[in-house]
Structures are given as structure tokens and as C-alpha cells.
């Protein structure tokens, strides 16, 4: 079975940071795009940033600019580092990769990241 796990979600003040970490674990040989994704009360789960194996990024709008996404290949962990937060990113934070020849889709549990004004 292939595992996500994230870390590094919490409370926040406008303008802080935080880096968000996932590891994955399991019987990937091959994985093509790793990514963060968020979701917000109410609110349909977003593409936040996303990076292929070849090292190609791309970020919602929203975040550009504030947001970088990185890669340790070698351990199978992406992270998200986030800058001048805002109350506006307050949401679930989930962790996605796309493996296999399949492009299997696979998810963690999410994590929350909360921006207090």
C-alpha cells in the first residue's frame, strides 16, 4: 500500500510561514507528479502547487510568488514551504502524488493550516 503522511500544519499569524512536509511510503517505483492541494469550509479542494519528476512547477494564482514547492527525490518527501500567509489560506492542506505507469492517483489524510488576521 502506498502511505502519505503530512506534518507541519498549524495556527499562524497573517504574514508568518510554515513548511509543510509529506512523506511517502509503499511499493512506488515511479512517481510523476507530486503536489499540494487545499480545502476551505465550504470550499471545493484546490490545486495549490504541483511539481513533475522532471522538476516542472506550477502554482495556483493565489500563491504565486509566496509558495514554493521542493522535492527530496531520494527520500520520496515534497514539501511546501509558505510565505506571508494570509487568513485567506486557512484550510486543509493535502499531500498527492501520481505513480506507476497507471498515474495512480494517492492522497493523505490532510493537515490544517489556520492564518489568524
Known amino acids: 500500500q502506498v502511505q502519505l503522511v503530512e506534518s507541519g500544519g498549524g495556527l499562524v499569524q497573517a504574514g508568518g510561514s510554515l513548511r509543510l512536509s509529506c512523506a511517502v511510503s509503499g511499493r512506488i517505483r515511479l512517481i510523476n507528479v507530486m503536489g499540494w492541494y487545499r480545502q476551505a469550509p465550504g470550499k471545493q479542494r484546490e490545486l495549490v502547487a504541483r511539481?513533475?519528476?522532471?522538476?516542472?512547477?506550477n502554482y495556483a494564482d493565489s500563491v504565486t510568488g509566496r509558495f514554493t514547492i521542493s522535492t527530496d527525490n531520494a527520500k520520496n518527501m515534497v514539501f511546501l514551504q509558505m510565505s506571508s500567509l494570509k487568513p485567506e489560506d486557512t484550510a486543509v492542506y493535502y499531500c498527492n502524488v501520481r505513480w506507476g505507469s497507471l498515474d495512480v492517483n494517492s492522497w493523505g489524510q490532510g493537515t490544517q493550516v489556520t492564518v489568524s488576521s
Open positions: 511539481i513533475t519528476s522532471g522538476g516542472d512547477t
